[in-house]
């Protein structure tokens, strides 16, 4: 079945320091990859999402890659600051006329000052 | 520019009851999914509708049922709750008539069933 694997379920890194979050999905049909951050006690915010059609995009400080041969994309984020510590979700999405998400399990990211 | 809204924000209900979750998207949007995320879960897809009627429907019991009202507003309800639906209950809402299928979530409202 559709299935979207995620990891680390934890990364804790150093102010500055650049963050990687792995995914990894089932369905071959996927084409729609977001990226989603949740606070504590809100809902998630798209931060940065890929088709694919495109091997990588770029925005500031975030950065997605794809790469649909090993159906794995991730999520890069340069020059952490305290403010990025969240759960960050990844979800891969088959837009066929039913764009339902599936969701991968969570990263918590923790910025260390 | 209102993003989408949900109410109530919090609710506690006992086993057994049944529970109505309304949610508003967000300005110009014409669809609406339903997610439910357990503690410590990424969310998982109960429905969506679309044109007031249910476009799609994840591995969630009959018992999860939804509506769209002509202003693309949505409900939830869940009858005969269990302990197991104690969770936060997320709306997302996206403009599938223009071809935009970027998901926009709602704050949640989290469902408390004792």
């Known amino acids: 079945g559709e299935n979207v694997e995620q990891h680390p379920s934890t990364l804790s890194v150093q102010e500055g320091d650049s963050a990687v979050i792995k995914c990894t999905y089932s369905?071959?049909?996927?084409?729609?990859f977001p990226w989603y951050k949740q606070e504590l006690g809100k809902g998630p915010q798209l931060i940065i999402d890929?088709?694919?059609?495109?091997g990588e995009k770029k925005d500031q400080r975030i950065a997605v890659t794809l790469n649909k041969t090993a159906k794995h994309f991730s999520l890069h984020i340069t020059e952490t600051q305290p403010e990025d510590s969240a759960v960050y979700f990844c979800?891969?999405?088959?837009?066929?006329?039913?764009?339902?998400?599936?969701f991968g399990t969570g990263t918590r990211l923790k910025v260390l000052a | 520019d209102a993003g989408v809204t949900q109410s109530p924000t919090h609710l506690i209900k006992t086993r057994g009851q049944q529970v109505t979750l309304r949610c508003s998207p967000k300005?110009?949007?014409?669809?609406v999914s339903w997610y439910q995320q357990a503690l410590g879960q990424g969310p998982q897809f109960i429905f969506q509708?679309?044109?007031?009627?249910?476009?799609q429907r994840g591995n969630f019991p009959d018992r999860f049922s939804g509506h769209q009202f002509p202003n693309y507003s949505s409900e939830l309800n869940v009858n005969a709750l269990l302990l197991g639906d104690s969770a936060l209950y997320l709306c997302?809402?996206?403009?599938?008539?223009?071809?935009?299928?970027?998901?926009?979530f709602g704050p949640g409202t989290r469902l408390t069933v004792l």
């Open positions: 997302a809402s996206s403009l599938a008539s223009r071809g935009r299928y970027e998901q926009f």
């Open positions: 369905d071959s049909a996927s084409n729609y």
């Open positions: 890929i088709r694919s059609n495109v």
């Open positions: 979800a891969a999405s088959t837009q066929t006329g039913t764009y339902k998400y599936i």
């Open positions: 300005s110009g949007h014409d669809t």
């Open positions: 509708y679309y044109e007031e009627e249910e476009r």
